[in-house]
């Protein structure tokens, strides 16, 4: 097998609607658990709170680098999806039956 060494990896965390993490504002640093393996990072306060007052999902990006044996995720940072649309309530005899 050929190993092939990178200087990083650019890294997106998927969270979904209603399931997004709470980031102190305070303190926005965080650590990511993957498989055993902890990832640390940290986003600007700004982030955090807008985080804390979003109803969609988001997405985490970051660049990922291996700093001596640890992983870090730098230039972390969130992209917000918009919540879902409620659907209209249908009143009882509409809906186009004949």
Do not use: C, W, Y
């Amino acid at each position: 097998m050929k190993h092939i060494t990178i200087p990083s990896a650019k890294l997106n965390v998927i969270f979904r609607e209603g399931e997004l993490p709470a980031i102190d504002p305070g303190d926005p640093s965080f650590t990511l658990v993957l498989g055993g393996t902890e990832i640390h990072g940290k986003v600007n306060p700004k982030a955090a709170r807008k985080l804390a007052q979003h109803g969609g999902g988001a997405v985490l990006q970051g660049k990922l680098v291996a700093e001596g044996s640890k992983l870090n995720l730098l230039d972390a940072g969130f992209t917000f999806i918009d919540p879902k649309p409620v659907a209209p309530v249908q009143a009882q005899g509409e809906g186009g039956e004949t």
